[in-house]
């Protein structure tokens, strides 16, 4: 049991390495920008728009993990009155609108991607970029997010109160 907990947390460090990188990546995109606006005295979107993708890239696939740690925004207020029943009650319960929201905006995301595939829809740059390029982080990441939702729902069902 050990060993997969040490895994799991390992395999979860790499994951928000990952997302660390994504941020780099995304400050870098954003110094280069500015050292070629400032020196070079260009500028060009792509630049600009793929250190902002970077970015959402980075926070949408870290929403899953943050709420597995409990990390996540919460209005705990109610839930700390609580006590025993009525406090589990209220966590199921707020872990089922968690993934429904999850589960929600994941399909809507496979939705909005085979429309952008099927339309060829694509953002005007000085090239074009396919839009389910840059948007295919919101069903991926909105997908690890409803599995970690569903993994916090089954632990909060299993807690004794």
Not at 6 to 18: G, P, V
Not at 95 to 108: F, Q
Not at 134 to 157: G, H, K, N, Q, Y
């Amino acid at each position: 049991m050990d060993e997969q907990i040490t895994k799991t947390s390992s395999a979860l460090r790499i994951y928000e390495m990952c997302c660390g990188v994504l941020l780099l990546l995304a400050t870098l995109l954003v110094i280069l920008e500015i050292i070629g606006r400032v020196i070079f005295n260009i500028s060009y979107d792509f630049i600009v728009d793929g250190s902002v993708w970077l970015t959402i890239w980075a926070m949408l696939f870290m929403a899953g993990p943050l709420l597995l740690s409990d990390g996540h925004v919460s209005i705990a207020m109610i839930r700390e009155i609580l006590t025993g029943k009525s406090r589990w009650f209220v966590l199921v319960l707020n872990d089922v609108a968690i993934l429904s929201y999850g589960a929600t905006v994941a399909v809507g995301g496979f939705i909005m991607l085979l429309k952008h595939w099927n339309e060829y829809s694509v953002f005007p740059r000085y090239f074009p970029i396919p839009k389910w390029w840059v948007e295919i982080c919101i069903p991926s990441a909105m997908s690890i997010f409803t599995i970690c939702a569903l993994i916090l729902l089954v632990r909060d069902l299993r807690r004794k109160w």
